[in-house]
């Protein structure tokens, strides 16, 4: 493992480092630096254009499409100093991370021409339609359909689980295009407009009083014959490309979250004197030992990458499933541990209905006043759904068992 970056590297890091300081907020390296929620929402909708005119959203794509065509490395270099000054680097999540690439990989230039404009400028915003009632693990079980009517696609179904269905301009969902198929065949991967008739969403609301999933109804809604990406019936080998992009990480940044969230719940341990509690020591020392592994994994997967010493394709995906294993039972137990640390107070909602915080890797924390959850227990709440979405800690494990230690796959049940 190489721990040492090029010169040139280093160079474009001070370019950003340079831009950053010109472009965020004054104040906000000096510690206590904080923004009220209307001045963050203020400067959340100024940042994106910035981030856009400096050429900083999906930089690592070709140039004709948008980006600024970074090499790997000075992708890497971006995202670390971003993350070193914990500014935001993406308009839209599922725009910029899933359906993005998964256009450039897969869609035809005219698709591309029409949508990859709007995810740069984050002028649309996207969800994502696969889990169903009983699809979900099992995705290849989906029964949403979609029937071709002249020029237009009808889709009729639901959909459930879909994280911002109720802000999104567009959903990228997989329909049964083709009923006689096997399970496998016969899928088409969509890109739906929300915003008509014959879609319904529901939001999903949840005991801390957030509501980012939601469920959606399909009645006869439409979209043009020509918005299939990767051909009509070949919609799981596109999915797969999107779950692959879902299941990736930053390589060397994605531990610092934890890191940095790991250091409070030390904080706090030594504050409430839990510190003192050698069990509890042992599971702080344990969790610092995980971030640390998070930390030397995401080095070596990038040494790998430049050196083109990177596993086979089959073996990198089951890389991918490995480290979202690893990290989200890893942050599933720091939090238990975290309310542990916590003791009473850890039972009582001690947050206030107008708490507006940022949440790493969660996202925006709004208080309720009937259920106000403190951002700690936001997290702790939020940490149990990270070992399911994106494929389960233990569908993850099946994909290790199968493509790395050449375990027999799963029996089949017939006819499937
Ligand atoms: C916060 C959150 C956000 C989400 N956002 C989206 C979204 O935007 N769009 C979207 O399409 N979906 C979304 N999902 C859905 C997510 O992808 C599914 O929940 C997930 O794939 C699991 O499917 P399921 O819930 O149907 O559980 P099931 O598949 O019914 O699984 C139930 C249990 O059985 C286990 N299990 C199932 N099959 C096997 C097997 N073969 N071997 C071993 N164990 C097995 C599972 O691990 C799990 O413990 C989201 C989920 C969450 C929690």
């Not at 100093?81 to 999540?93: I, S, V």
């Not at 990859?116 to 400028?121: H, M, N, R, V």
């Not at 008739?197 to 609301?205: K, L, N, Q, T």
């Not at 996202?363 to 759904?385: E, L, M």
Request: proline letters at 6%; glycine letters at 12%.
């Amino acid at each position: 493992m190489d721990l040492t970056y090029p010169p040139e590297a280093e160079e474009f890091r001070v370019e950003i480092r340079r831009w950053l300081e010109e472009h965020l907020p004054q104040g906000w390296f000096e510690p206590g630096f904080a923004m009220g929620p209307d001045e963050r929402a203020e400067f959340v909708k100024g940042w994106n254009d910035q981030l856009f005119e400096g050429g900083w959203i999906c930089a690592t794509w070709p140039t004709e499409y948008g980006g600024k065509g970074l090499t790997t490395m000075q992708g890497v270099v971006l995202n670390e100093e971003f993350a070193r000054a914990g500014a935001p680097l993406r308009g839209d999540f599922f725009g910029d991370t899933l359906v993005g690439p998964t256009i450039l990989q897969w869609a035809s230039e005219e698709q591309k021409q029409q949508f990859l404009p709007g995810i740069l400028q984050g002028r649309i915003a996207w969800c994502q339609g696969f889990s169903e009632p009983e699809a979900g693990s099992d995705l290849a079980s989906l029964k949403t359909r979609a029937v071709l009517d002249g020029d237009e696609w009808v889709i009729n179904g639901q959909k459930v689980w879909t994280t911002q269905a109720q802000h999104a301009d567009y959903i990228f969902l997989l329909a049964r295009t083709d009923p006689d198929a096997p399970k496998h065949a016969g899928i088409s991967y969509l890109l739906v407009p929300m915003r008509q008739e014959g879609v319904e969403v529901r939001p999903i609301v949840q005991p801390d009083g957030s509501a980012e999933f939601n469920e959606v109804f399909f009645t006869n809604a439409r979209c043009p014959r020509g918005n299939v990406v990767g051909g009509v019936n070949n919609g799981w080998a596109v999915a797969m490309t999107t779950l692959g992009f879902e299941r990736g990480t930053s390589a060397t940044t994605s531990h610092r979250r934890f890191q940095k969230e790991l250091e409070g719940i030390v904080e706090r341990a030594q504050a409430t004197g839990r510190a003192a509690d050698p069990l509890v020591r042992q599971e702080l020392a344990r969790a610092y030992s995980k971030v640390k592994i998070m930390e030397i994994n995401g080095l070596r997967s990038l040494t790998g990458v430049l050196t083109g010493t990177s596993p086979a394709e089959s073996y990198r995906g089951a890389l991918g499933a490995t480290n979202k294993m690893f990290w989200s039972e890893y942050h599933r137990d720091v939090m238990e541990l975290a309310i542990d640390i916590l003791g009473m107070e850890g039972q009582i909602l001690t947050g206030t209905a107008d708490t507006d915080e940022y949440v790493p890797g969660y996202g925006r924390h709004r208080g309720r006043p009937d259920y106000p959850v403190s951002v700690t227990q936001a997290a702790f709440f939020f940490s149990r759904s990270e070992t399911i979405w994106g494929g389960t800690a233990q569908i993850q494990r099946n994909i290790v068992g199968e493509r790395v230690l050449g375990l027999p796959k799963e029996p089949k049940v017939a006819g499937q």
